[in-house]
T-cell receptor
Framework: QKEVEQNSGPLSVPEGAIASLNCTYS??????FFWYRQYSGKSPELIMS????GDKEDGRFTAQLNKASQYVSLLIRDSQPSDSATYLC??????????FGTGTSLTVIP | GAVVSQHPSWVICKSGTSVKIECRSL??????MFWYRQFPKQSLMLMATSNEGSKATYEQGVEKDKFLINHASLTLSTLTVTSAHPEDSSFYICSARAGTYEQYFGPGTRLTVT
């Protein structure tokens, strides 16, 4: 079983819609959760971090964490073509043990 | 936000030569730095984790004698690819952490070995 699992997509949404990206993790001891955005040919960029159950909002982005279900999601409201990228879910377990999912490719259609 | 730089951004070298890639945290002190490799359309692959002043911890399958990592200071880590071969051609990305939980990535170095 992989540490972090994401649907690879591609996920396509029309411009202005809500994009929903999901991630599950295997270890209940995981403590911190992150969403990164990676444009083609570029390195990942941190867009959200979440540490406790519930929702965390930052602009058009909302991260949701449910530790009981071992599930973390990212919602992107009012999706824009510039949001088209691969979104990586990452989980921190222990001091330095980061685990990345394989990423979900998102395309926002104008 | 935290800024991490890498140099060079791209490099072409001949097979058998060595290449050094620098990773710097510009506005914070990085207690830990990570080195990743990413092949086209594939996910990130962690190569090694390094803490300032101590030896790097390499992931299984990564040759420590081929990929030399030196974390000389709290703001600088280097990766040297020794005796490079065409199969080492890849996108190498470093990242750094301060005392917080987040990990910040550098812009990456694209290595092509001819």
């Amino acid at each position: 079983q992989k540490e972090v699992e994401q649907n690879s997509g591609p996920l396509s949404v029309p411009e202005g819609a809500i994009a929903s990206l999901n991630c599950t993790y295997s270890d209940r001891g995981s403590q911190s959760f992150f969403w990164y955005r990676q444009y083609s040919g570029k390195s990942p960029e941190l867009i959200m971090s979440i540490y406790s159950n519930g929702d965390k909002e930052d602009g058009r982005f909302t991260a949701q964490l449910n530790k009981a279900s071992q599930y973390v999601s990212l919602l992107i409201r009012d999706s824009q073509p510039s949001d088209s990228a691969t979104y990586l879910c990452a989980v921190l377990r222990g001091g330095n043990q980061f685990y990345f999912g394989t990423g979900t490719s998102l395309t926002v259609i104008p | 936000g935290a800024v991490v730089s890498q140099h060079p951004s791209w490099v072409i070298c001949k097979s058998g030569t060595s290449v050094k890639i620098e990773c710097r945290s510009l506005d914070f002190q990085a207690t830990t730095m990570f080195w990743y490799r990413q092949f086209p359309k594939q996910s990130l692959m962690l190569m090694a984790t390094s803490n300032e002043g101590s030896k790097a911890t390499y992931e299984q399958g990564v040759e420590k004698d081929k990929f030399l990592i030196n974390h000389a200071s709290l703001t600088l880590s280097t990766l040297t690819v020794t005796s490079a071969h065409p199969e080492d051609s890849s996108f190498y990305i470093c990242s750094a952490r301060a005392g917080t939980y987040e990990q910040y990535f550098g812009p990456g170095t694209r290595l092509t070995v001819t």
